[in-house]
């Protein structure tokens, strides 16, 4: 069986790795998951390692675990056709122990929807196998690149074991991680999108490779522009022309999505989620609904 009819149960309800129902299936995200591992330069969440474990700024919009059953009711009134729910963050999704106490309470209480999860792949290696039994079944792990060298100019620094790795040495560890969590939860039976943020001056010439490292892997791949801003604030985002060469050169190797506006301009699910927040007292900014 190929790949694609392998999950096509899946992908043929799933906004985000089906081009065609992207604005017409809803989906939730669920932001309980504060705390980060890494520290992307284009985030301006990222945060320094003296306050890994909080997330300052942030932590007034997080949905705790005990919350998520009254807030998921108010959504499936308002939300038509709710078919997925995601845990992506604000921070890194596996970072965090609620996001498996959410997924918990999801298998418990509404087991018909569609459990998804984004994360920098990290902790991936610890977690496939985790995630799969927990009936997970789509992940989305962010690569940006799989040379040290380039991914080092993207990512500050690594919290892993306890320890921060910066530079070369972090980069290595998040890179082995993400490609060694990337066929373990393929082998878990996950469905796996890898999300690449292009950064022309940085990754444009790089991505197509990452491509074709992880082709076996992934379904789908979901290229995404730089927004400039934190450290990468002068940074340029890629011209269209960038965009489409690079996921076409991308193609040959993984299906592309192309119907991605990313999610703070995609008004309609996230804007009703921003508003049952507030409703709820909880004044997220819709740029913390994404991981990016
Ligand atoms: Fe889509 Fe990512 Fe959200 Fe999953 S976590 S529903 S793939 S945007
Ligand atoms: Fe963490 Fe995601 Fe921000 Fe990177 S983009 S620092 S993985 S929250
Ligand atoms: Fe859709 Fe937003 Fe996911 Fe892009 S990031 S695929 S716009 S839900």
Redesign the pocket.
């Known amino acids: 069986m190929d790949k694609m009819s392998k999950f096509s149960h899946i992908t043929k309800v799933h906004?985000?790795y089906n081009e065609k129902l992207?604005d017409k299936i809803g989906?939730v995200h669920l932001p309980v998951a504060p705390k980060c591992n890494i520290a992307c330069r284009f985030c301006k969440r990222s945060i320094s390692e003296d306050c890994c474990e909080h997330r300052p700024g942030v932590s007034h919009g997080v949905l705790k675990p005990e919350d998520v059953e009254d807030y998921l009711k108010e959504i499936i009134k308002k939300v038509p056709n709710l078919k997925v729910v995601g845990i992506a963050g604000p921070g890194d999704s596996l970072f965090n122990k609620e996001t498996f106490e959410t997924f918990e309470i999801i298998n418990d209480k509404f087991p018909d929807l569609i459990k998804c999860l984004s994360t920098n792949g990290l902790l991936l290696p610890k977690y496939a196998k985790k995630l799969a039994d927990l009936d997970v079944k789509t992940v989305t792990v962010t690569v940006n690149a799989i040379d040290p060298k380039i991914l080092k100019d993207i990512v500050d620094w690594v919290y892993y074991d306890k320890k921060v790795y910066r530079g070369e040495e972090g980069a290595k560890i998040l890179i082995e991680n993400q490609i060694k969590g990337i066929k373990k939860a393929y082998d878990e039976g996950l469905i796996i999108k890898i999300n690449t943020v292009l950064i022309p001056e940085i990754n444009l010439e790089h991505v197509v490779e990452i491509a074709k490292t992880l082709k076996d892997y992934a379904y789908i791949q979901?290229i995404?522009p730089l927004i400039p801003m934190y450290k990468m604030k002068n940074l340029r985002r890629p011209t269209c022309m960038e965009m489409n060469t690079v996921k076409d050169k991308c193609e040959e190797y993984i299906k592309q999505?192309r119907?991605?506006?990313?999610?703070r301009?995609?008004a309609v699910?996230l804007l009703s989620e921003a508003k049952i927040l507030k409703e709820k007292g909880l004044n997220l900014d819709i740029y913390d609904l994404?991981h990016f």
């Open positions: 906004p985000c992207h989906r979901n995404i999505f119907a991605c506006q990313q999610c301009a995609d699910g994404k």
